[in-house]
């Protein structure tokens, strides 16, 4: 009896783990197929030069408020990178350009300003910190 329910539990944590890991391969496709598509025009006008940071939010989410905006402020006043808060509602297009599902979403632009890495929810300050080096030394 015990051992079934033991072996129930290490398949149902496989078969999570599998899921965790396509959804992840799935993503990092995504990020590979933005690089090669055509950027849409609102880029242009939102930002003028990479390296940037797209910091997608709502005006309805707390965690974006109380969490990601004062990280964001820190990271602002620590680089050089320019950081534009876009509204992903008011943004619709951009946000489904992006495959944006969930808010907060960090999207580092690169020199040419195409997409080179995604956060999908609350990054923290030394990840993102970590991830300016990366693209700006790109």
């Not at 899921?19 to 598509?37: E, F, I, M, P, V």
């Not at 950081?83 to 992006?98: N, P």
């Not at 599902?101 to 195409?114: H, I, K, S």
Request: charged content about 15%.
């Amino acid at each position: 009896m015990i051992v079934e329910r033991v072996v129930i539990l290490v398949v149902v944590l496989l078969l999570g783990a599998a899921a965790l890991g396509g959804w992840r391969l799935l993503l990092a496709h995504r990020l590979r197929q933005l690089t090669t598509t055509d950027l849409p025009p609102e880029i242009s006008n939102l930002v003028p030069s990479g390296p940037a940071l797209l910091y997608f939010t709502t005006v309805t989410c707390a965690q974006c408020r109380w969490q990601q905006a004062p990280i964001l402020k820190q990271l602002a006043a620590s680089t050089d990178v320019p950081i534009h808060t876009v509204d992903a509602i008011e943004h619709e297009g951009l946000a489904r350009f992006f495959g944006i599902m969930t808010v907060p979403t960090t999207v580092w632009l690169d020199q040419t300003r195409r997409p080179a890495l995604m956060n999908h929810g609350l990054a923290n300050l030394a990840q993102l910190r970590q991830q300016a080096a990366e693209i700006c030394a790109a």
